[in-house]
């Protein structure tokens, strides 16, 4: 297993760890209800340097356009979009931010599980792009995060930019700690936050952050609780290559008036999938969790799976995203019976997502 | 946190306090830790039936479920009703509030000592 290079602080926190993607990382530091809440609340600080950074540089806007299902040219220097890269079949090989550095340059955030499928894929795509170049630097990177109401003013007093004007999905150079640093306003939790990329030991950095007011570390457990109030799919629970972006309700990240990229004819094909993701919601406290099957009341017939499911920490009720029969004629409000673990819990249909910071 | 050497242990991470004809029946912190914060503890009604090795109840926590298995044969004679507000005793005080289940038992199978158990989990 790989460990990013803040295990030693990991360690002397005393953190709990998991396997996740490849990477032994921190679970939780103490309690993880606690991180989560740090999170909505205050600022909680992620390390994240798992996640996969893959440069492009060349004729980068012509090959992004082709190799991804959105439209990367059209985006501004300093911009950031969620996009996916999808297979000629239109699976999912993975969901990225994609970050806008210069003309011809871009930064693809990837996961981790997936960095290799990723590099492999774009790698093959580059075939009629001769001047283009695609660099996995995911070993030079270290990636942190830092998210919650406060975060723009704690991060804000240690950064030598103006953080009030980086809007929302863009990024910016700054140096912190005295090192030049990329700051991407962008998250995995549903709050305000920024995510910070730091060249070499970024253990001054995190040490920084974590002295200030207010902040706390925050764990992989705390991370899946807030992204998943945020109705944010997770790769490998709600994201597959057996789906395409439809399934997933995200049939707008792809942008067909291109006149080709990967996966297009196959996209055009299945606008219609056969399953789809519904949020939805239960009383009490009991969770189904990823794999239950769901039922219409009383019927015996599965009508599919949870992909995600917990008690939410925020809304104190179980939630769960479901991919469900799009036949089976849900709507916002129907109701549906989760069997958990030999129990049948009352579940109905609810908008996502299901948490929203106040503005 | 220590296991406690007055108690007994399972190996699957149960603790036990034996007084007179009453088994107390908790989790281990190594076990709560393992779990992570508990949100939900489903125990079986007094009353009923203990079997050894029988699943009587479920841990759940955010991002697991655990499995409460009687450690021995008897009859549940109470519960730990506090759960139901604040399950997350049984992380923040194993083996005292956050007890789960008391059994009057009818026979003792062999349990582990505080030193067998402290090398079962590598303390």
């Not at chain 1, 981790?112 to 792009?129: M, P, S, W, Y």
Request: hydrophobic fraction near 40%; charged fraction near 25%.
């Amino acid at each position: 297993m790989l460990n990013t290079l803040l295990k030693l602080e990991h360690d002397k926190l005393g953190a709990s760890f998991t396997e996740f993607g490849g990477w032994e990382m921190p679970v939780r530091y103490g309690s993880d209800i606690d991180e989560h809440h740090s999170v909505r609340n205050s600022c909680g600080l992620f390390d994240i340097s798992h996640m996969a950074e893959i440069r492009v540089t060349g004729q980068a806007e012509e090959f992004l356009d082709y190799a991804l299902i959105s439209k990367l040219s059209e985006i501004e220097n300093g911009r950031a979009k969620y996009t996916m890269i999808c297979d000629d079949q239109g699976g999912i090989i993975d969901d990225l931010i994609v970050y806008r550095l210069d003309d011809d340059e871009f930064m693809i955030v990837a996961n981790a599980g997936n960095q290799h499928q990723v590099v492999e894929a774009l790698k093959t795509r580059l075939e009629n792009f001769p001047d283009t170049r695609v660099v996995d630097e995911s070993g030079l990177w270290s990636l942190i995060a830092m998210q919650g109401p406060k975060t723009k003013e704690v991060l804000g007093s240690l950064v030598d930019v103006d953080l009030t004007v980086l809007k929302y999905y863009s990024i910016a150079t700054a140096v912190l700690d005295g090192k030049d640093v990329f700051l991407a306003r962008t998250g995995y939790t549903g709050e305000d936050g920024f995510e910070i990329f730091v060249e070499g030991d970024p253990s001054g950095v995190w040490q920084l952050l974590l002295s200030q007011e207010g902040v706390s570390p925050c764990g992989l457990a705390c991370r899946d609780t807030l992204r998943l109030e945020a109705g944010m799919p997770l790769y490998g629970h709600e994201l597959n290559k057996d789906l395409t972006p439809f399934a997933a309700n995200l049939g707008k990240v792809i942008r067909f008036d291109k006149p080709s990229f990967v996966g297009k004819d196959a996209l055009e094909q299945q606008k219609h999938p056969k399953q789809k993701l519904f949020g939805l919601q239960g009383d009490g406290r009991r969770a189904a969790r990823a794999d239950y099957e769901i039922f219409l009341p009383g019927e015996s017939d599965s009508i599919g799976m949870v992909t995600s499911g917990v008690l939410s920490p925020t809304l104190q009720v179980p939630i769960a995203l479901a991919l469900l029969n799009a036949d089976a004629g849900l709507e916002i409000g129907s109701e549906v019976e989760a069997d958990v673990r030999g129990t049948r819990i009352f579940y109905k249909v609810v908008e996502l997502p299901f948490y929203k910071r106040g503005r | 946190m220590a296991n406690p050497e007055n108690l007994k242990y399972t190996k699957e991470h149960e603790w036990i306090l034996i007084e007179d004809d009453i088994a107390t029946v908790g989790i281990t912190k190594y076990a709560a830790d393992a779990l992570g914060e508990i949100v939900y503890v489903d125990l079986p009604k007094v009353g009923s039936v203990a079997a050894h090795m029988k699943i009587c109840g479920e841990i759940e926590s955010t991002k697991s479920v655990g499995e409460l298995y009687a450690p021995m044969d008897g009859e549940i004679t109470g519960v730990n009703g506090a759960l139901d507000q604040a399950p997350d005793q049984v992380n923040q005080d194993p083996f005292g509030d956050g007890w789960l289940i008391k059994i009057r038992y009818t026979s003792l199978p062999d349990l582990l000592s505080s030193t067998e158990y402290d090398a079962l989990v590598g303390e």
